[in-house]
Structure formats: C-alpha cells, structure tokens
C-alpha cells in the first residue's frame, strides 16, 4: 500500500517492531534499495540513520559531493486562518512582526516555564498562512489545544507534505539541473514554488547540514518514489550518495538535536538561542518565565 503505513513487509529485517504507529515515507522503499543500515523514529515516522559508509566517509562525501537525505520525518504543521499569525507570535520569543512571505524563520518555541516545546523551522506561505517544520514533539498537539483554549479561528493540520533534502556543496548544480536556473537565486532560509510533473512544489535553501543545500517540501506522497529517482538519476553526474544528518558535520555546526542535546527541561538561553530571543515586545507564552532567566525582572 502506497501510504505512510503501508509495506509492514518490507521492513521486517530492521530490527524495529512495525506498526502503524511507526509511519513510512514515500521514500522509504528507496532508502532500503539504497542500502540503508539502519532507522530511528522522530515525529512517529521512520529517519534513516546510516548508510555502508562510517560516520568519518560519509562526513567526508558530504563535505564534498552531494546527498539526497529522506527526512519527511521534519513533519509540517499547518496553521491556517485569520488568526494563524496571533497563533504563531503566541508560541516563541522570537518576533515575525517584520517576516515577509517566502522566508524561512529559525523559531524556538517556549512554554509557560521558558522550557523548550521545539525548534521548528518556521514557513510563511502567505499573510494567513504557516508551517511549522518540527522536531521531534508533538506541536501539532500544544498549537491545537491553544487554539480551542484562546478561541482562535485557526485550521490545524499535518499536511501530505514529505520533505526531502539535498545536501552537499554539489546540491546546487545538481538542483538546478533538475529545477531550472532559478534554483540559483534561492537565498538562504529562503523559498520559492517550482514545477514538477505538473504539480507546484515548496523548495527551501536550507537543511541539516553546515554544506550548503535545499530542502524540497514535496506535497503528495504518491510522487515520492518517482521524486527520489529523478534526482537520483541526475545526481550521478554529481557523485550522489543517499544520506541522513551527519553527526560530525551537525556537532562541528553547531546544529542541535531537540531530544538529544536539550529538552523540555531546557531554556532557550541554555541552547544558545539569545538571538532569537532579543525582541520581547510581543506577547508569548513563558514571557515572565523567560524575562526572568534574562534578568529583565
Ligand atoms: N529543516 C527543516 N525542518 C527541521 C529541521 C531542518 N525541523 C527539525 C529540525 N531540523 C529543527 N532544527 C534545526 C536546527 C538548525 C537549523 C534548522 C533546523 C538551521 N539553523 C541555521 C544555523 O543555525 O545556522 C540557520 C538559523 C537561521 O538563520 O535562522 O539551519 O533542518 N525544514
């Protein structure tokens, strides 16, 4: 079955117990032919781990070459309506007064203590209209229950979008190969749409990675597979190896793991995130709590 809980078969020599409550992606059949070694679980869905390389090879490869990363596990959370944006303020320290349509926000999101919910990479798609692109805990669940909480007119969902990064200081030649030379042009923590098989796709020029890269938002999983092979056939060209976040490369940038390196118990100011919590003109959930930490009060 063609969905994120089909192919229980296809799975059974990973050494995890399938069940739905572990979701596939529409790449998973892919990583396995690809040669995965092993899987962890973020979000309730599956992230490839490894590869046959070492940590050391594949931290080597991808500081040269280009991979091609299925973390669909980076799941979206839609927040949609008139009061999507007094939602979104609502949830972090860190102001969106100024953020255009098309940027991608960095975005820790605090609770009543200061402790950290996520650190969601943050869309916005128009003036009513976000993703939050989570780690791994269940925002889905904290932006819903403040939302009936509040009254807010809002639309929560977890979209059919299935990222797909492509990392590497070749991501780009081999992206625009693909996607045209506009691909070129994509700054930063920025977006844009791009045409495939019909279809109008969100592409970021951001990832997991410290090597440059972009991250495609790919909407339908029934075009995941053909997806994959697209840009494998023309990674070739590129040296593309599959891959998954790079310990080494992730540590040497500075890049945190929610769960891992911090957690609930954790403030933003303890994970270094001072700089996305220097604008405390807005109202936010753990404002008092975290005026405290800074010694405002
Ligand atoms: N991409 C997307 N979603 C994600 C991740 C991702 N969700 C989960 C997890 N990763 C969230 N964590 C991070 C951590 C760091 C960055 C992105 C997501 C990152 N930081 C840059 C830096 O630290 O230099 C840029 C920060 C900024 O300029 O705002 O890239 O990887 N889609």
Same mark, same amino acid.
């Given at each position: 079955?063609?969905t ?18 572990i ?16 899987f ?13 390389a ?16 299925? !973390?669909?596990?980076?799941?979206? /959370?839609? &927040? +949609?309506?008139? %009061?999507?944006?007094? $939602? ?5 320290p ?9 940027k ?27 993703w ?15 939302? !009936?909480?509040?009254?807010?007119? /809002?639309? &929560? +969902?977890?979209? %059919?979008?299935?990222? $797909? ?9 081999l ?38 890269g ?21 990674g070739? %060209? ?27 118990e ?11 919590c ?16 800074l010694?405002?009060?």
């Open positions: 079955m063609d994120q809980y089909g192919g229980l078969n296809k799975m059974s020599n990973s050494g995890l117990n399938m069940s739905r409550r979701r596939r992606t529409p790449y998973t059949e892919k990583v396995i032919e690809a040669g995965v070694s092993g962890t679980v973020v979000n309730h869905m599956l992230l490839p781990k490894s590869y046959k070492t940590v050391e090879e594949d931290y080597w490869h991808l500081s040269k070459n280009t991979q091609i990363w299925d !973390v669909s596990c980076q799941r979206q /959370v839609q &927040i +949609i309506g008139e %009061d999507a944006t007094k $939602l979104i303020q609502l949830m972090s860190r102001s969106i007064k100024d953020m255009p349509i098309g991608c926000y960095y975005y820790p999101m605090i609770d009543e203590n200061a402790g950290m919910i996520n650190d969601p990479v943050l869309l916005k798609l128009n003036e009513n209209k976000y939050l692109s989570v780690a791994d805990s269940d925002v889905l669940l904290w932006a819903k229950g403040l939302a !009936v909480g509040r009254n807010f007119k /809002v639309d &929560i +969902i977890e979209p %059919d979008i299935y990222p $797909l990064a492509i990392q590497g200081p070749k991501s780009e030649e992206m625009s190969s693909i996607f045209g030379e506009k691909i070129k042009k994509l700054k930063f923590f920025h977006f844009s749409f791009f045409e495939y098989e019909g279809t109008k796709q969100v592409i970021a020029r951001s990832g997991y990675s410290k090597q440059d972009f991250e495609i938002y790919l909407k339908g999983f029934s075009l995941g597979k053909k997806l994959w092979e697209t840009i494998w056939e023309a070739k %060209d590129f040296n593309i190896s599959p891959g998954c976040p790079n310990l080494i490369d992730r540590i040497e940038g500075g890049l945190l793991s929610y769960g891992n390196e911090f957690t609930l954790n403030n933003p100011i303890e994970c270094g995130f001072d700089n996305y220097n604008n405390l003109s807005h109202d936010f959930i753990g404002k008092n709590a975290l005026k405290k930490i010694k405002m009060e």
